[in-house]
T-cell receptor
């Protein structure tokens, strides 16, 4: 059964303190791994799609990487506005299968 | 350009009632999907529609149904509401179905509370 596990559940960082979020997955034939950002009371906002091991994508302070079993979302020198829940998902035929997310809080 | 729009934004119902949630996709998008997100969890897939036909269904009871209209907008209906149906209901649209890069664009959701 396809499954996505994210860790840690919650992460508190000081502004400027870099860290990484983990997404482990098991899927029969990866057709895309997605990262979304979700603010409270809002829908998920698309960040990245990765398709094959070794692929990397960057956007501002965020960098996503992919291996055959997991993906990392690296946050470099975060700012308070980066505070949100970060969701990882894998695409399977007709749907996205999401993890439970990592709730990130960045303090000034 | 307008994103995915959902209505209403908030809704309060009592057990046993019926609810209809509405979604308008991004212009040009022909596929609409519905997800349920319980507090503290990731979104769970309910339905996918493409060109007015159901293309996928998640593990939800028959009380949940949906349809897509000729203008690609969609409705999600839930009958005989239970307390456990309280959640954020998300609609997402995409250009097509079955492709490699099914990037979904989500609306802000409808927050349903069942009392």
């Amino acid at each position: 059964e396809d499954q996505v596990t994210q860790s840690p559940e919650a992460l508190r960082l000081q502004e400027g303190e870099s860290s990484s979020l983990n997404c482990s997955y098991t899927v029969s034939g990866l057709r895309g791994l997605f990262w979304y950002r979700q603010d409270p009371g809002k829908g998920p906002e698309f960040l990245f799609t990765l398709y094959s091991a070794g692929e990397e994508k960057e956007k501002e302070r965020l960098k996503a990487t992919l291996t055959k079993k997991e993906s990392f979302l690296h946050i470099t020198a975060p700012k308070p506005e980066d505070s949100a829940t970060y969701l990882c998902a894998v695409y399977n035929t007709d749907k996205l299968i999401f993890g439970t997310g990592t709730r990130l809080q960045v303090f000034p | 350009d307008a994103g995915v729009t959902q209505s209403p934004t908030h809704l309060i119902k009592t057990r046993g009632q019926h609810v209809t949630l509405r979604c308008s996709p991004i212009s040009g998008h022909k596929s609409v999907s519905w997800y349920q997100q319980v507090l503290g969890q990731g979104p769970q897939f309910i339905f996918q529609y493409y060109e007015k036909e159901e293309r996928g269904r998640g593990n939800f009871p028959d009380r949940f149904s949906a349809r897509q209209f000729p203008n690609y907008s969609s409705e999600l209906n839930v009958n005989a509401l239970l307390l456990g149906d309280s959640a954020l209901y998300l609609c997402a649209s995409s250009l097509a179905t079955g492709g490699k890069s099914e990037k979904l664009f989500f609306g802000s959701g409808t927050q349903l509370s069942v009392l």
